[in-house]
T-cell receptor, first 110, second 114 residues
Framework: QKEVEQNSGPLSVPEGAIASLNCTYS??????FFWYRQYSGKSPELIMF????GDKEDGRFTAQLNKASQYVSLLIRDSQPSDSATYLC??????????FGKGTTLSVSS | NAGVTQTPKFQVLKTGQSMTLQCAQD?????MYWYRQDPGMGLRLIYY???????DKGEVPNGYNVSRLNKREFSLRLESAAPSQTSVYFC?????????????FGPGTRLTVT
């Protein structure tokens, strides 16, 4: 069974610090990887996607992918209290729908 | 663009009642999905439709049926609601061209079955 694993948290960081969120996946055939942010009581919102090994940066967010280790991470620099949310990792393989992890809750304290 | 819309936003049902959750998207996406989200369980796929006229079961299809009415609309029906179906239901859509499977979610329907 294809699985996507995340630490449930909560991950607590002070304002201004770097938050590091991690995700591992079981299926080596996975091709694309997504990070969603979900505020309490709201729907998931896509913030990053990555297809190739290495880093992809978008503003304060950096996604990192290592297919050999089956590992994808999200770094949030200069964390703000508004970044406090649950972060969902999702993985896609051709011919299937997205498989989501259970999410990591991030708490940024001011 | 409204994106993905869902109705209703909230619903309370008694055990055994039926209802249909509606979903529509205006992004001209080919694929549409229904998920349920329960505390500690993450998002679980109920059914999806890769294109108009096709539907496939996801991880947790039992107790549900779906209809892809046209390219825009994808409905989820509970024929005989059970307390185990108390959950938040999200509809999503994605394009199958460009960055594949970037899914966009609706606001959700919060369903309680008593």
């Amino acid at each position: 069974q294809k699985e996507v694993e995340q630490n449930s948290g909560p991950l607590s960081v002070p304002e201004g610090a770097i938050a590091s969120l991690n995700c591992t996946y079981s299926d080596r055939g996975s091709q694309s990887f997504f990070w969603y942010r979900q505020y309490s009581g709201k729907s998931p919102e896509l913030i990053m996607f990555i297809y190739s090994n290495g880093d992809k940066e978008d503003g304060r967010f950096t996604a990192q992918l290592n297919k050999a280790s089956q590992y994808v991470s999200l770094l949030i620099r200069d964390s703000q209290p508004s970044d406090s949310a649950t972060y969902l990792c999702a993985v896609h393989q051709a011919g299937t729908a997205l498989i989501f992890g259970k999410g990591t809750t991030l708490s940024v304290s001011s | 663009n409204a994106g993905v819309t869902q109705t209703p936003k909230f619903q309370v049902l008694k055990t055994g009642q039926s209802m249909t959750l509606q979903c529509a998207q205006d992004m001209n996406h080919n694929s549409m999905y229904w998920y349920r989200q329960d505390p500690g369980m993450g998002l679980r796929l109920i059914y999806y439709s890769a294109s108009e006229g096709t539907t496939d079961k996801g991880e947790v299809p039992n107790g549900y049926n779906v209809s892809r009415l046209n390219k825009r609309e994808f409905s989820l029906r509970l024929e005989s609601a059970a307390p185990s179906q108390t959950s938040v239901y999200f509809c999503a859509s994605s394009s199958t061209s460009g960055p594949a499977y970037e899914q966009y979610f609706g606001p959700g329907t919060r369903l309680t079955v008593t």
